[in-house]
């Protein structure tokens, strides 16, 4: 079954019930965003967009395709648990698509700052990685790696090294020069 048109899945801001996929494989269409702290439960294949408001649990094989995207909040890092927005109980996660990181209004990160996104079972299994990885609209000055580690996903924000890289992003170019005149 798949799940099409234009639209919006929005669950409570309490984890609630979620999407369950039974007797085969459901999709989400790329048109379609699901909103909120639910379960995937069952085998799922994600075209559109993952918005985690709170906590998303996944029961099942469960597959970003190269159009989805996953909308992750770092949150300020102020707690262990805070940060991780999926975690998958039974099965398998296959990352694709975007991965679009953002922070928390005003939240300015340290250097080497931990955020702990995917957690799973140890005997479950992260496969693949993002085709696009887009960094938080932030302070500039970071740089922020994302490491697939022992059944998870993490991000970690460095310091630039250059400070002529004025918008963070590892490289010193125009772009550098344009967020020097617009600041």
Same mark, same amino acid.
Not at 22 to 34: F, K
Not at 44 to 54: A, F, K
Not at 121 to 138: H, K, M
């Given at each position: 079954?798949?799940?099409?048109?234009?639209?919006?899945?929005?669950?409570?801001?309490?984890?609630?019930?979620?999407?369950?996929?039974?007797?085969?494989?459901?999709?989400?269409?790329?048109?379609?965003?699901?909103?909120?702290?639910?379960?995937?439960?069952?085998?799922?294949?994600?075209?559109?967009?993952?918005?985690?408001?709170?906590?998303?649990?996944?029961?099942?094989?469960?597959?970003?395709?190269?159009?989805?995207?996953?909308?992750?909040?770092?949150?300020?890092?102020?707690?262990?648990?805070?940060?991780?927005?999926?975690?998958?109980?039974?099965g398998s996660l296959t990352l694709g698509g975007a991965l679009v990181l953002s922070l928390e209004d005003?939240?300015?990160?340290?250097?080497?700052?931990?955020?702990?996104?995917?957690?799973?079972?140890?005997?479950?299994?992260?496969?693949?990685?993002?085709?696009?990885?887009?960094?938080? &609209?932030?302070?500039?000055?970071?740089?922020?790696?994302?490491?697939?580690?022992?059944?998870?996903?993490?991000?970690?924000?460095?310091?630039?090294?250059?400070?002529? &890289?004025?918008?963070?992003?590892?490289?010193?170019?125009?772009?550098?020069?344009?967020?020097?005149?617009?600041?």
């Open positions: 079954a798949t799940i099409s048109g234009t639209g919006v899945i929005a669950f409570g801001d309490e984890f609630s019930s979620g999407l369950h996929a039974v007797g085969g494989l459901a999709t989400i269409g790329t048109e379609q965003t699901v909103f909120g702290e639910y379960t995937l439960d069952g085998d799922m294949l994600i075209e559109g967009t993952l918005e985690p408001d709170g906590r998303v649990e996944i029961d099942g094989d469960v597959e970003l395709a190269p159009s989805a995207r996953l909308l992750m909040d770092l949150g300020d890092g102020s707690g262990v648990d805070d940060n991780i927005n999926l975690r998958f109980n039974n005003g939240h300015v990160p340290f250097d080497g700052q931990q955020w702990r996104l995917i957690d799973g079972e140890p005997d479950n299994e992260l496969l693949g990685f993002f085709d696009t990885v887009i960094p938080p &609209d932030g302070p500039p000055g970071f740089v922020y790696a994302v490491e697939v580690v022992a059944s998870g996903l993490r991000v970690i924000a460095t310091a630039a090294s250059c400070p002529a &890289d004025f918008n963070g992003d590892g490289s010193v170019n125009t772009l550098d020069v344009l967020a020097f005149l617009n600041a």
